[in-house]
């Protein structure tokens, strides 16, 4: 190793060891993401970027690393205030010793971070059968206040339509490739349903984008990172990129709504529809509803095919079968349009 440039397993290595921390720790937890490293240490959890670069991020160098954790802090504290503490350095001292914080050079940074209680997380709580009406309303009225908080992205309405036509295009041509093995037909039916509501529906985004509902959200609206306190508080916003958090406020709720059908609670996600139009007074017809259904469905469909190139030959089948209960929501609200 080049001592003044220990390797990612290095770093890995070192954060896996419970006296690293400044801080009583009795164990450490190493989880590896798709782009981080996550270390649960009892009642904190730290999180390493992975060095890489990708056509929609840059992690490629220790000074990109530490921006993208302090914009991470700083975007998550919008709705997970407590929760996203400090960006703390990772240093090598002269006699080549790492250490979190320490007198010597920075390296590499980290978001420290307090856990959240993994039993109240909406992934689980749907899983058990213990996420009520009430929770919806509550998730609901949480979104619907920091959409209200937030000033509207300036675009305008051919962009807007222009960015999502692009997005669903590439989604086809990425889903389309023979390695997934997916039908001809699987991406492309649902695509093009959806580039024809965006070309017979002009009007509906030129209302959404003048009533000022285009904002900059959170980006990855899913249940595994709505925690149900009191308020809910939504971990992991999509920070690495502006571009893929600026969205229609109803576009994010019907995200979180189809990733609810997904794990077999559709009735709860029409639950948090209905609360999210009442608090944020929001007037969506109901068949925008379902594009941004059936959007966020492909879209999902396209990362979960493109987790196959990363993962273990096992795995493989696994990512492969997610792109297809997409592809199907992605159908299933397609055929809503009409």
Same mark, same amino acid.
């Given at each position: ?21 400044? $801080? ?24 390493? &970027? &992975? ?60 978001? &420290? ?188 469909? &396209?990362?979960?095919?493109? $987790?196959? $190139?990363?993962?273990?030959? $096992? ?24």
């Amino acid at each position: 190793m080049n001592r003044r440039d220990p390797a990612l397993a290095d770093k890995v290595a070192f954060l896996r060891r419970a006296e690293v921390y400044p $801080h009583p720790v009795e164990r450490v937890d190493a989880i590896e993401t798709h782009m981080s490293w996550v270390f649960l240490a009892d009642g904190w959890a730290y999180k390493l &970027k &992975k060095p890489m670069r990708r056509a929609f991020l840059d992690f490629s160098t220790p000074a990109a690393r530490r921006r993208d954790c302090e914009a991470e802090v700083r975007l998550n504290r919008r709705l997970a205030p407590g929760i996203y503490l400090d960006v703390v350095a990772l240093t090598l001292d002269a006699a080549g010793a790492l250490a979190l914080g320490g007198s010597g050079e920075a390296i590499d940074w980290l978001v &420290k971070m307090r856990r959240v209680a993994a039993e109240r997380m909406l992934d689980r709580a749907l899983a058990s059968g213990t996420a009520g009406p009430d929770d919806a309303r509550r998730v609901a009225e949480t979104l619907a206040a920091f959409h209200r908080g937030l000033a509207p992205v300036a675009m305008t309405p051919e962009a807007y339509r222009a960015r999502m036509a692009q997005d669903i295009e590439a989604c086809c041509a990425e889903l389309e490739q023979p390695a997934y093995a997916l039908r001809a037909d699987e991406a492309r039916l649902p695509a093009r349903a959806l580039i024809a509501f965006l070309r017979a529906h002009e009007p509906v985004f030129e209302r959404r984008v003048a009533a000022g509902r285009i904002v900059e959200g959170h980006g990855d609206l899913r249940p595994e990172h709505v925690c149900l306190l009191e308020p809910p508080v939504v971990i992991d916003c999509l920070a690495f990129n502006r571009e893929f958090r600026v969205l229609d406020g109803m576009d994010e709720i019907a995200y979180l709504a189809m990733e609810c059908e997904r794990l077999g609670q559709r009735a709860f996600g029409a639950q948090i529809i209905s609360a999210y139009r009442r608090a944020a007074r929001d007037e969506a017809p109901d068949a925008l509803v379902q594009f941004y259904c059936a959007y966020r469905a492909l879209v999902r469909a &396209k990362i979960a095919a493109l $987790h196959t $190139h990363d993962a273990a030959a $096992h795995e493989v089948p696994k990512w492969i079968g997610r792109a297809r209960e997409y592809l199907a929501l992605a159908a299933s609200h397609a055929r809503e349009l009409g």
